[in-house]
């Protein structure tokens, strides 16, 4: 059963003090990616939100990110959970009393394992249920505080979609200026449709990534 989150002791950004390692790997990820490909991803909307607190509950799995390793990870391990995954919101339905307004279906990315040796990305299929929610015997759960998030929409192929959408929201962050995008705290793929898997018209994916109010802005409020 999984840990609450929390920033790792050896967390990414310490290996590189101008730029984390984790963000480094995900642009090494994209630069496969044409621009011709990348063009055909659009973001529809962005939203900055309050968020939680959530239990996300379903089902974690642990691969190396970073490198060709990581594609086929991706590709076995992770595919592998996506593609057995209904019984994971068959036993959730189930629950009823303990949902919340965040109905679709979630692949959480996470880093609470992440260390410089191991480099471990930790993905969840689940729903995000209500704070202190009971967790179904062979299910995990992730603990998400009250935070905020960035909530963005897009259409376009499935596979480059999941590719680009972290750089995309982080681009949205950035021109908006207000928001800190800490994608090192979690991220999340969302689904609106019945299957984890494209492609995505008419913003049927979403991506949601943990931020933080500017500290000027706080002291503004």
Known sequence: MSEPVEKPNKNPESFSPKKPEIVNMMDEAGQSVTEEEHN??????????????????????????????????????????????????KALDNLNEYATDEIHKVSLMTWEKYDEKNKLMGYTVGKFMKAGSPVPDGMDYIDIPATYVAKGWFSGEAQVTEDNAQRLIEEAIKKQGKYNAESWRFTAEVYTGDTLSGPYEDSAFGYYMACSVKVNDEKAN
Do not use: H
């Open 40 to 89: 055909t991803v659009t973001l529809n909307k962005i939203e900055y939100e309050q968020f939680g607190p959530y239990r996300l509950i379903g089902k974690s799995v642990y691969a190396r990110a970073g490198g060709m390793c990581a594609s086929i990870d991706k590709s076995q391990i992770i595919g592998g959970l996506c593609e057995n995954s209904k019984w994971i919101f």
